[in-house]
């Protein structure tokens, strides 16, 4: 496993109920995702079914499981694919209306691959479903 912790990933002009109310739905525009789709909802556990794309265009399938633990912040983890097993944790911290972001967990190490390099692609895939989610929610 690969750990991987960024503090201030990304400070939302959102209150934290408003971030909750988007992770409890489906279909987030992501250039990294080609679908993502809300399965279910049960209690505060969120299932979400998402195709991500690999950088040579291929996709791969993957079950995205939140559980939603208001207001500290979000579990994340992942069934299926390239991250399958990874496991992270979004913490909320409400700042007047805005709501920073800090991001920690463990991630498959992928074959062939440094863990230098490793942490580069998972800082630069969640610094861009970050700053789309950002957009998504200014719009909301």
């Known amino acids: 496993m690969v750990h991987y912790k ?3 990933i990304v400070t939302f002009d ?3 109920e408003k971030i909750f109310r988007y992770m409890s739905a489906g ?3 992501h250039a990294a995702f080609k679908s993502h789709k809300l399965v279910g909802v049960s209690g505060n556990v969120v299932t979400i079914d998402a ?3 690999n950088p040579d265009g291929t996709t791969f399938s993957t079950t995205i499981v939140h559980k939603l633990n208001q207001p500290e912040g979000v579990e994340t983890t992942m069934k299926g694919g390239a991250f399958n097993g990874a496991r992270f944790i ?6 007047g209306d805005k709501t920073k972001v800090d991001l920690e967990g463990n991630f498959p ?3 062939g691959m440094s863990e230098a390099d490793e942490l580069k692609m998972i800082d630069g895939f969640f610094m861009t479903v970050f700053a789309e989610d ?3 929610l200014q719009k909301r």
């Open 134 to 136: 950002k957009v998504t």
């Open 109 to 111: 190490a992928f074959p």
């Open 27 to 29: 279909n987030h525009p």
């Open 6 to 8: 960024k503090d201030e």
């Open 51 to 53: 195709e991500i794309y």
């Open 90 to 95: 979004h913490t909320y911290t409400q700042v």
């Open 14 to 16: 959102a209150t934290s």
